[in-house]
């Protein structure tokens, strides 16, 4: 698990624009620290391959983290950049407005192959890397490095934020290097078309909301639908949707029966406030099943 990571603080008067929220609460953020939380609580040895500040949120992101199960040996503490904090808004059920601190830079754009064991990362039998590890470097000579030397199957996030890119125009290009390395490619219609592909990746999961997605697996293509819920924060969702994914892809199912048990993880994260202490251990992934 390689990206992002930091800490989100979530409001805990829903429907209120931030500018009149007065309390939060803090939790573990990222898609690096979402997805690896989810990960551990399936039941995969996971670890994450980032970095956090030298700062209270760095030890809250560490100590939850280890918590959890997660392998930490490859969370790096930046000497200089701040843990970042991203701040939202709640108006379930389909507007979760961001605001992100990560300028000019945030510690995991700071990765550095020094951060962590080459060959224990190219070695591990599942690899997940996303578009927001490709804004700045040297963590985008750094992901994409690790994507071409990994031997095990590697999962690719588009994960499309042109707010955290200094020139968006950067992103076709980088996209299309990270997903020619990938096994799988995951997307929702908008980073597929900011991806701008030359061709359609061999085995794509795009994502289409509340249509649910549509599994393309060589000359197989196949619609899985949507896990119903009552909303009440959508973000942490697509995070919970890859741990499941990976964790499927890792019993050997299918693709599609992977789409379908991280459709149903993202609903159970849905219909929560929180998004890493959300996620589904197997057993409730199971009972949801």
Known sequence: MIGRVGVDLYPNELRTPLREVRTFTRYVGGFAGNVAT?????????????????????????????????????LAVDPYWQTPPTFCEVWPPDEFPLTFYRKPTAPDWQLSPDDFGADDVAGAPLLYATGTGLAQSPSRETTLDALRAHRGTTIFDL??????????????????????????????????????????????????????????????????????????????AGDAFAAALGHAVLRGMSLVEAVRRGSVAGALVAAQLACSEAMPTLAELEAAL
Do not use: C
Request: no cysteine.
């Open 38 to 74: 989810g990960l551990a609580r399936l039941g995969v040895a996971t670890a994450i391959v980032s970095r956090v500040g030298d700062d209270g949120h760095g030890e809250f992101v560490r100590d939850f983290l280890e918590g959890e199960g997660v392998d930490t040996r490859f």
């Open 159 to 236: 994960d499309w934020r042109p707010t955290l890119w200094e020139d968006a125009s950067e992103y076709p290009s980088l996209a299309r290097e990270a997903v020619a390395s990938a096994d799988v490619v995951v997307g929702n219609e908008e980073e597929l078309a900011a991806a701008a592909l030359d061709e359609r990746p061999a085995r794509l999961v795009l994502k289409r909301g509340g249509r649910g997605a549509t599994v393309y697996d060589g000359d197989e293509e196949t619609d899985v639908p949507v896990h119903h819920v009552e909303v009440v924060n959508g973000l942490g």
